[in-house]
């Protein structure tokens, strides 16, 4: 069955920074998004094996599958590198999705983080290409694809090697256009001309172009005064040819209804607001910041439970805002939770090793700790 792109919303909902409420996932809010997502028409929702430790899983099938008619809805989740050691892990780990997601079979499928070597390797070593392909002619999948996190010469190596590839999920967004380490704009060109549908991550950076320094959203609001910053994000990714679905990782109902309201009658940008997009972009990259999305892969396994995305988030607020009460504010209350300090890494590298934006954590958390820990 071929993806029909005039049919696919253009929002769709990111299951990874769902509201939580002590300490875990708040369905009653969840279930009240959802309903929202789907009584506006965007009925895409994309989860991952190891989203929220595995209850985003979980999360999907209380708020949604329990709840809507399966027709009425798409569901995606993702097969990870780092889970599995040995072929029967395919199964194990399908099979304990369709459980946790109660399902009997996902729209869309998806290899998760391919990138050059480590993960990339894994699955050709464990043939899970043709596992998916398996997995489809049973009826369990209906369109297969991957995530990417790798360079552009992997992808093109990738796409030759799998033509059987229906889509690939990327990250996109104009901060991380030329991006040497991503390299968004190179990996949209590649699958462009190759006509392969994209469906696109991190489209405002995780939450870095919603939340501008004053002098940037001003720019933004003298020429549209009620358009958030999020939604300039959404209409760049959003005016690209070739764009399937743009996910966005809410995690409030605010949130989730400025981006419905971008794209229920989307506009995209003029040639003037595209410039105003560079101009503003050219201006955020003159400050050097980390290029952490808060994806939180890092996390999970830290022996010293430290919370990296957020001490990193500390010292970019740090950065951009030439201010230090309220990150060292917000940093506190992180230590109050439980939390490690920057300064209590022991350097096992665990989280450089899952880190798609390739970041060198373990550096960076020390720099971080004589920002925040003295």
């Known amino acids: 069955m071929s993806i029909d792109l005039g049919k696919m919303p253009k929002l769709g909902f990111g299951m990874m920074r769902l509201p939580e409420k002590d300490g875990t996932i708040d369905i009653d809010h969840v279930c009240r998004m959802v309903d929202a997502c789907l009584q506006a028409g965007m009925n895409y ?9 595995g209850n985003s899983e979980r999360a999907m099938k209380e708020a949604l599958t329990k709840r809507h008619s399966r027709e ?12 599995m050691s040995k072929p029967e892990d395919r199964d194990r780990i399908f099979n304990e999705q369709m459980e946790r997601c109660g399902v009997d079979y996902f729209d869309f499928y998806l290899l998760h983080s391919v990138e050059d070597g480590g993960n990339g390797d894994t699955y050709e070593r464990l043939d899970c290409y043709n ?30 090697a799998h033509p059987e590839t229906e889509f690939v999920q990327i990250q996109l ?29 991190e489209p405002v950076k995780g939450g870095t172009l919603a939340n501008l320094t004053p002098e940037l959203e001003k720019k933004y609001k003298t020429v549209r005064p009620d358009a958030s910053a999020a939604s300039w994000a959404l209409r760049f990714v959003g005016s690209l040819p070739g ?132």
């Not at 596992?131 to 990738?158: C, D, V």
């Not at 951009?320 to 506190?332: H, S, V, W």
């Open 45 to 53: 929702f994309d989860s991952a094996y190891v989203y929220h430790g």
């Open 72 to 83: 009425s809805f798409m569901l995606a989740t993702k097969l990870p590198a780092w889970c």
């Open 131 to 160: 596992w998916g392909l398996q997995k489809k002619a049973e009826g369990k999948i209906r369109h297969f694809g991957f995530s990417f996190h790798g360079s552009p010469e992997y992808l093109e190596k990738t796409l030759d």
């Open 173 to 201: 967004n104009y901060a991380d256009w030329e991006n040497p380490v991503v390299r968004s704009g190179k990996l949209y060109d590649i699958l462009h001309r190759r006509n392969i549908p994209m469906i696109i991550m």
């Open 243 to 374: 764009v399937m679905t743009i996910l966005s990782g809410m995690s409030s109902e605010e949130q989730m209804q400025d981006n419905i309201a971008t794209f229920t009658h989307f506009e995209p940008l003029t040639e003037k607001e595209q410039a105003l997009v560079q101009e503003v972009c050219t201006i955020m990259l003159n400050v050097p910041q980390i290029g952490c999305t808060a994806c939180r892969y890092c996390t999970d396994g830290c022996p010293m439970h430290i919370s990296i995305p957020d001490v990193f988030r500390a010292v970019n607020t740090m950065t951009l805002y030439k201010e230090e009460f309220r990150p060292k504010a917000f940093y506190g209350g992180l230590i109050g939770q439980g939390y490690g300090r920057a300064s209590d890494c022991i350097a096992c590298g665990q989280c450089e090793g899952v880190c798609p934006q390739h970041l060198h954590i373990i550096d960076l958390l020390k720099d971080a700790a004589v920002k925040l820990d003295t």
